[in-house]
């Protein structure tokens, strides 16, 4: 029997996200989850890829299916992030899913990067499922600073089919963080108003920095050297990818113009 977790999570601030007046509300009612998401997914993913190094056969995934019922394969969680250790990574590949009952162990790592449109069933029904499937722990981070979660960060840890909350403190930065298990690092959260100090911690961070403009943004940190891990080689590429993206579209816009300009000159002569 799996243990009721969420009766330990802490509730949302908001029970609408839209009273948050902050960059959310600026953003209009419609706002792109990728916005939300995407920063948050892409960091993990390069920080877990950096940490399980040589470690082997690691299947990772974002968003692929996971599935438990081989009677109803429709039926399916897909966390944002999950990963396993020593399986077969081609046979999940070709299947396009994570299929419990073929794999032979539950993912040990999970995690949920809040969004308007999915931040309550991370909270009210996904660790009780997580929990049932036998994900080692299961993580949530919200990139609004906890205007969705109620917190910026919690993690839990399975004990006995059931979650238990992971213990989060300050760390020496003064950072809100928790340890995973899992991955032998600390989680970390870094408020708008504590990047300016971290910087002359770690000036590097300055480029991660420039492309998240969530008010929180999550980093992993290593224990025994106290540092945050980065790429810096794939943060670059894909700083640069998302500066080419926004050239081509401003060159777009001005083609855009530029023909408006040249019917609307016609349609004048015409007129005369």
Not at 36 to 48: C, F, K, L, R
Not at 200 to 215: R, S
Not at 238 to 263: F, H, T, V
């Amino acid at each position: 029997m799996v243990a009721r977790t969420t009766d330990t999570i802490i509730r949302p601030r908001h029970t609408d996200h839209h009273e948050d007046p902050g960059m959310y509300g600026l953003l209009g009612e419609r706002v792109p989850i990728e916005v939300i998401q995407h920063p948050a997914i892409e960091y993990v993913s390069m920080a877990v890829r950096y940490i399980l190094r040589g470690e082997g056969t690691v299947f990772i995934g974002s968003n692929i299916p996971l599935r438990t019922n081989r009677r109803n394969r429709r039926e399916h969680e897909a966390p944002d992030y999950y990963l396993a250790r020593g399986v077969d990574v081609e046979s999940i590949r070709g299947e396009t899913a994570y299929n419990l009952w073929e794999v032979g162990k539950p993912p040990e790592w999970a995690l949920e990067v809040a969004s308007p449109s999915t931040y309550e069933r991370d909270l009210y029904e996904k660790p009780d499922r997580y929990a049932e499937i036998g994900i080692g722990e299961y993580w949530m981070f919200d990139p609004t600073g906890g205007d969705l979660y109620g917190e910026a960060l919690m993690g839990f840890e399975l004990v006995d089919g059931g979650y238990e909350p992971v213990e989060t403190s300050r760390n020496e930065h003064g950072l809100l963080s928790g340890y995973s298990r899992a991955l032998g690092v600390r989680l970390c959260v870094v408020e708008e108003s504590e990047r300016e100090g971290l910087l002359e911690v770690q000036p590097d961070l300055g480029l991660l920095f420039d492309m998240d403009f969530n008010p929180a943004l999550i980093l992993f940190q290593e224990v025994e050297s106290g540092l945050y891990i980065l790429d810096m080689a794939g943060l670059r590429a894909e700083r640069d990818s998302e500066r080419a993206r926004a050239e081509r579209a401003e060159e777009a816009l001005a083609e855009e113009r530029a023909r408006r300009r040249e019917l609307e000159e016609r349609l004048r002569r015409l007129q005369e």
